[in-house]
């Protein structure tokens, strides 16, 4: 039988109440406060505490305080990717971030979602889907991305869009819901 881990991580419905889940949400809030709380002349403190909350970041990873997360360990990125202020990334699943990608303040990256159902919902268990975002993205400042979305490579989101479906590569993609404008 699965673990509630094991089914978030599949996504499947799961108890996000389940005390493993519930432990290691409590090591990323503990580990987002000392992240949130250090002083910007602290960047050998502010690397570690990254490096142990998102361990599979890559190198160059830049974060502005304040920045929240469900994990961080779902969270993948390459190399010198940059969150600007107040980032959320409801990474109950993965969260693949491509090289040089750039989020603006107030970006809003949620995997987890739940049923549709009005009496499965109340159950209380949720799901999630995946969000992978490309290389050289940038993504506007108060945008928010849905789970499941794929935004492609070389795209821009436009500030304050709400991110519904897919946005392929090498486009200026902006609105509520999101949808692209013009090729780059």
């Known amino acids: 039988m699965k673990t509630e881990k094991e089914k978030m991580l599949a996504g499947e419905l799961y108890n996000a109440s389940d005390p493993q889940l519930a432990e290691e949400r409590v090591k990323a809030r503990l580990l987002t406060k000392r992240l949130n709380d250090s002083r910007k002349d602290e960047e050998e403190l502010q690397a570690d505490i990254i490096k142990e909350l998102i361990p599979n970041a890559g190198p160059g990873i830049w974060i502005e305080a304040p920045f929240y997360c469900d994990y961080g360990s779902n969270i993948i990125t390459g190399e010198k990717v940059f969150f600007n202020f107040n980032c959320v990334i409801l990474d109950v699943m993965k969260v693949t971030i491509g090289s040089r990608t750039m989020f603006g303040p107030n ?29 050289d993205v940038w993504v506007g400042g108060s945008a928010v991305i849905c789970p499941g979305v794929t935004i492609g490579d070389r795209t821009i989101i436009g500030a304050g869009s709400v991110v519904t479906k897919d946005i392929p590569s090498d486009v ?13």
Do not use: M
């Open 107 to 135: 970006v809003q990256i949620y995997t987890a979602t739940h049923p549709l159902d009005p009496v499965e919902r109340s159950s209380g268990l949720e799901f999630a889907k995946a969000i992978t975002i490309g290389e």
């Open 172 to 184: 200026i993609a902006a609105g509520n819901p999101c949808k692209v404008i013009r090729r780059l």
